[in-house]
């Protein structure tokens, strides 16, 4: 499994942006399928995009297409989550997620490596 860690969480106002990045151990990062789950308190812990291993396709939630974007960058190992036009209801405990599957996931069940997860609060 690759070990992820997550930066880049923080306090921002409601309309703001942050963007938050993913660094993944291993030197075969370019085979994992990427993404990003989040969990507010009290609520379940829910999807929020993927983009598959080469980069050239990804997937949102509804709550976040438009305003969420993912990306990676396999020569740094990294996979980034730029979020804009944050609401209140965004707040909640980011999760950077890999699996070496080759579609798009969006269940948490179908990825085996998890980071640590970074806060993201909204304020309004």
């Known amino acids: 499994q690759v070990q992820l860690v997550e930066a880049g969480g923080g306090l921002v106002q409601a309309g703001g942006s942050l963007r938050l990045s993913c660094a993944a151990s291993?030197?075969?990062?370019?085979?994992?399928?990427m993404g990003w789950f989040r969990q507010a308190p009290g609520k379940e812990r829910e999807f929020v995009a993927a983009?598959?291993?080469?980069?050239?396709?990804?997937y949102y939630a509804d709550s976040v297409k438009g305003r969420f974007a993912i990306s990676r960058d396999n020569a740094k190992n990294t996979v980034y989550l730029q979020m804009n036009t944050l609401k209140v209801e965004d707040t909640a405990v980011y999760y950077c997620?890999?699996?070496?599957?080759?579609?798009?996931?969006?269940?948490?069940?179908?990825?085996?490596?998890w980071g640590q997860g970074t806060q993201v609060t909204v304020s309004s």
């Open positions: 983009v598959s291993r080469n980069g050239g396709s990804t």
């Open positions: 291993g030197r075969t990062f370019s085979s994992y399928t």
């Open positions: 997620v890999a699996t070496q599957g080759v579609y798009i996931y969006t269940s948490a069940g179908d990825f085996g490596s």
